[in-house]
């Protein structure tokens, strides 16, 4: 299924991008939790953690590859920054396509669920 990330990199619809590969592009999130927040995201279509085959292995360790990448060449790298990848509803996705998110540029907290309750299981 397509989805707006589909349109970003197809070029259908703009984004500010910072990075971008033969397998990933990397943009800046259009509603911003920190002042560092960026999506990157396989060219390949992957909805979510949960759709990742032994096939794409390479791929999803390649985001990583290119959040350090970014780290290094942004000089956030050595004060330190969080990746996050939601999945589904209640780990907060609500695009479905894979993407790494990379925040920086703030001190984290910890956990990240920390003002909600948990679930009845
Ligand atoms: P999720 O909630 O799936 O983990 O993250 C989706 C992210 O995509 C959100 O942080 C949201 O702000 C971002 N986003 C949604 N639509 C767009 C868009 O059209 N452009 C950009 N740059 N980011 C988007």
Same mark, same amino acid.
């Given at each position: 299924? +397509? $989805? ?5 990199i +197809?070029? !259908?619809? *703009?984004?500010? &991008?910072?990075? !971008?590969?033969?397998l990933s ?6 509603? *911003?939790?920190? *002042? ?5 995201i396989p060219k390949q279509h992957i909805?979510?953690?949960?759709? &990742? $085959?032994?096939e794409d292995? !390479?791929i ?28 589904? !509803?209640?780990?907060?996705? +609500?695009?479905?396509h894979i ?7 703030? $001190?984290?907290?910890? *956990? ?10």
């Open positions: 299924m +397509s $989805t707006i990330f589909d349109k970003i +197809s070029r !259908e619809i *703009p984004a500010e &991008i910072v990075y !971008e590969d033969d592009l990397a943009f800046k999130d259009i509603n *911003p939790q920190a *002042p560092v927040h960026l999506l990157i909805a979510t953690i949960n759709d &990742i $085959t032994e292995r !390479e999803v360790g390649h985001l990583y590859w290119v959040a350090a990448k970014i780290a290094a060449q942004y000089d956030f790298a050595k004060d330190g920054y969080r990746v996050v990848m939601n999945c589904n !509803e209640d780990g907060g996705q +609500s695009v479905y993407h790494l998110h990379l925040l920086a540029g703030i $001190t984290m907290g910890w *956990p990240p669920f920390a003002n909600n309750r948990p679930k009845q299981v």
